[in-house]
DNA sequence: TACCGCCCTAAGCGCTTGCTTAGCATGCAA
DNA sequence: TTGCATGCTAAGCAAGCGCTTAGGGCGGTA
């Protein structure tokens, strides 16, 4: 049996509430009361708003880099690597629009350490697709002209998922994530 | 000569404040003191901090349809229609990065009333990408399996830039929105 | 000099903020 | 029965919030 701790209620808290008002909208009493506490209790198990911001950033972009790295290594054949990274990205971005949400709007919020450490993870991320991209480039069988860039943009197209996407929308994560998988592989066609 | 009045100075202070900051993270007394002025300043020339951000909100959208509609005018010719417009959309992201990201990441904290005003910009920036595309495929030009999918991902590729955009950085405007007009064209490329 | 209209500010009001402090209830060990 | 750790809260503090009020300074007209 899961048993939810009240840290972790705390932190589904603030998960919803970030999403919901950003970080600077939200207020300490409101992610309690959503979790069903006093305000004081925040306290007794976090230290801070920002520190529950950082645990939150956290498990999300490991979480990301986790799904991005493990879609990687699920096949050799290039095309078929860089659908299933595209659409394992964008699919993670729709299921996870409001954890995503906070990773990538209210980055800025974080402490200067805290965003230092995060951005070792944005970075593997990165460095995930342009890889793939290479690695197809070299193996001839996709075309791209501007490898980073192309990494970039096919990463963005999944990010920008949490800027919009609601479950329940006119289009679910699925179909979304097919869709960018489409658009990758013909953005990286050969002629 | 051109005059910049008390309220236009405001309204950049407003611009640079919540872009850096968020609406919510932006203090009124920032916003004043950011146009060298006493905190009472600005309720003398605006209404209330929300209809600051209305008035940004709003000529940014303004601005955005004004330069994506233009493109799709100055051309009938599918492929060069389309790269103009992915081009000039995302450039425009570039070169209003600031007040980019008020209009896409400020949206919900605009009231209900100015979010629906805002909203029909929105809809009309849509129409005028799936009316390209479209066209582009009855010509026979084009090639797209899912034209309003299509049309929300290459306007992804622009407001994303506002995300991470920043003047002097290692890459211009210009080069990504080059970049992102080459992806349109193979996404929509026919076999 | 007297007056007006325009811009702006000093001061502050009522409220909310992140966070702290002091202490209470419960359950377990001896 | 006593002692103590654990998990929580009532109350509140200093600071900051959006916004208002009352009035000062100043250029132009007469």
Redesign the pocket.
Known sequence: MTTIT?RERLINAAIEAFAEKGFAG?????I?SRA??????????H????SLLFTVSLNGHRSALEVITSAAASSSEPVQRLRAMVYDFSLWHADHSRVGRIVQYEYHALTDEHRAEVATYRRSIEKAMQDALADGVDQGALDVDDVPGTAFSLLSLGVDLVRWFEPGGSRSGHELASLHADLAVRMTRPT
Chains 1, 2 share one sequence.
Do not use: F, I, Q
């Open positions: 009240a939200t207020t300490t009493r409101d309690a069903g506490m006093s305000p004081a209790a925040v306290y007794v198990h230290d801070s708003k920002e």
